[in-house]
């Protein structure tokens, strides 16, 4: 079984705060993903990885970087929470043209 | 760019009947792939269903089917013979190249319930 595991389930950051969310992959996917999901929205892309050390802006890159030094892994920092980045986030990995397979979540309060 | 669009927010079924949920998507690429996701209240996301756009003929899985419509650009989800256990929140998605990158979008979501 493909498992993508975060490293968090739940977190309470300050406003400020550096903040990284880890995500990895066992399955030796090439692609990976982060979102934020919030109610009304759906799921949003905020970065998107494709290689190692290769990196992609999704919709709402604003206020966060990632970092993939390793396959398997892929990190979603925030610089400086604030507390419009409380949310939900999720990873996901995949093949080329295959489906995602998501991890379990992060929900990130600010406070 | 890429983008999803469900329309329904919210959508009620009776038990065994079928349901249709809509989706639309943009795209210039002429290679993409079509997504279904159901995400119930635990938060899991479960993949469904597939579609490649040079696919001739719709994907199925068991009471799952996905009605491509690729000149109307549409994507709808059919489940047949609802269950209780139906009840979630259900999205499309698409996966095509933006750069060198293969980018997966999603779309706003479709709450669905099943009533008894």
């Known amino acids: 079984d493909v498992k993508v595991t975060q490293s968090s389930r739940y977190l309470v950051k300050r406003t400020g705060e550096k903040v990284f969310l880890e995500c990895v992959q066992d399955m030796d996917h090439e692609n990976m993903f982060w979102y934020r999901q919030d109610p009304g929205l759906g799921l949003r892309l905020i970065y998107f990885s494709y290689d190692v050390k290769m990196k992609e802006k999704g919709d709402i890159p604003e206020g966060y970087s990632v970092s993939r030094e390793k396959k398997e892994r892929f990190s979603l920092i925030l610089e400086s929470a604030s507390t419009n980045q409380t949310s939900m986030y999720l990873c996901a990995s995949s093949i080329s043209q295959g489906e995602a397979f998501f991890g379990q979540g992060t929900r990130l309060t600010v406070v | 760019a890429q983008k999803i669009t469900q329309t329904q927010p919210g959508m009620f079924v009776q038990e065994k009947e079928a349901v249709t949920l809509d989706c639309t998507y943009d795209t210039s690429d002429q290679s993409y792939g079509l997504f279904w996701y159901k995400q119930p209240s635990s938060g899991e996301m479960i993949f469904l269903i597939y579609?490649?756009?040079?696919?001739?003929q719709n994907a199925t899985e068991g009471r799952y089917s996905l009605n491509f419509q690729k000149a109307r650009k549409s994507a709808n989800l059919v489940i047949s013979a609802s269950q209780l256990g139906d009840s979630a929140m259900y999205f499309c998605?698409?996966?095509?190249?933006?750069?060198?990158?293969?980018?997966?979008?999603f779309g706003s979501g479709t709450q669905l319930t099943v009533l008894p």
């Open positions: 998605a698409m996966s095509s190249y933006s750069g060198s990158a293969r980018q997966l979008t």
């Open positions: 579609q490649g756009s040079y696919d001739e």
